[in-house]
């Protein structure tokens, strides 16, 4: 990566997102309700709560990442679907505009016993 956060030909934008754990697990239900799709609530609902923290954090960094890369574009964290893989890894598998190419963007969660981080970072194809 050079100086301009360059890589492979595009530009690296991030975006970093904190969700408590204590008050995802004492408002669950109205969390769920408000930022996942049916699928990602049948996805986090027998997991232990810090499942749902990372997933509202990394939703909450995506939507970061979505208005900088469309500065006048809105977003919402429903506008984001996310999974796990074989591994359990989370994934992204449904977001709108540039953030949603194949291969453009990545997520991570990371734990501590108090807090979920959410990281997402983009890469812009280049031109022509």
Not at 72 to 99: K, M, N, Y
Not at 107 to 121: D, P, Q
């Amino acid at each position: 990566m050079n100086a301009e956060g360059q890589r492979g030909g595009g530009q690296l934008r991030s975006a970093i997102a904190v969700a408590a754990i204590d008050e995802v697990r004492s408002d669950r239900d109205r969390i769920m309700d408000l930022h996942f799709s049916p699928e990602e609530v049948v996805e986090v609902k027998g997991r232990h709560p810090r499942t749902t923290a990372g997933f509202l954090a990394v939703k909450e960094a995506l939507c970061a990442l979505y208005r900088d890369v469309v500065p006048a574009g809105r977003c919402e964290a429903t506008d984001f679907t996310l999974s796990h893989d074989e591994q359990g890894r989370p994934v992204l598998v449904g977001a709108p505009g540039p953030i949603g190419a194949p291969r453009s963007t990545w997520i991570s969660i990371a734990h501590t016993r108090e807090l979920a981080y959410g990281l997402a970072v983009f890469q812009e194809r280049g031109r022509g």
